[in-house]
């Protein structure tokens, strides 16, 4: 075995333990045990202990990290709660004062004005999303 081999194989088996929190069926985030976590899902992220964590939403868990630091891009995925309900959207650009969403499976589109969309209460960024951890 070549020794990026190695060291790939070994990054491959670090976890660390993130924060995680369910939301309860009245919207209310309850904070849960941590998550271990692979190394290599937040290793790019600055300050990852701290800017990243798992959300648990009924059967799916939802890796999310903190805008900022982390930048918005177009066809992330943003994770959001307005008016006491959680949301996903999907950014897909930005053109002048006017920003492009979309549902997250990207079939309906809507504009909306920038200083709207910097209203919203952004919870984060979606890394990854999986059934179990």
């Known amino acids: 075995m070549s020794q990026s081999q190695q060291k790939s194989s070994h990054n491959e088996d670090l976890k660390i333990y993130l924060k995680a929190y369910e939301i309860l069926e009245n919207g209310q985030l309850k904070s849960i045990d941590e998550v271990p976590t692979n190394i290599l899902l937040v290793e790019n992220v600055d300050n990852f202990k701290e800017n990243t964590f798992w959300l648990k939403i009924k059967n ?31 950014f897909v650009e930005k053109k002048e004062k006017t920003v492009i969403l979309s549902d997250v499976k990207g079939h309906k589109k809507t504009k909306v004005k920038e200083e709207d969309f910097i209203s919203i209460n952004i919870l984060g960024k979606v890394v990854r999303i999986q059934d179990k951890v």
């Open 60 to 90: 799916l868990w939802i890796l999310v990290g903190k805008v900022p630091p982390l930048r918005i891009e177009p066809m992330d995925i943003i994770l959001f709660k307005e008016k006491g309900k959680w949301g996903m959207f999907r």
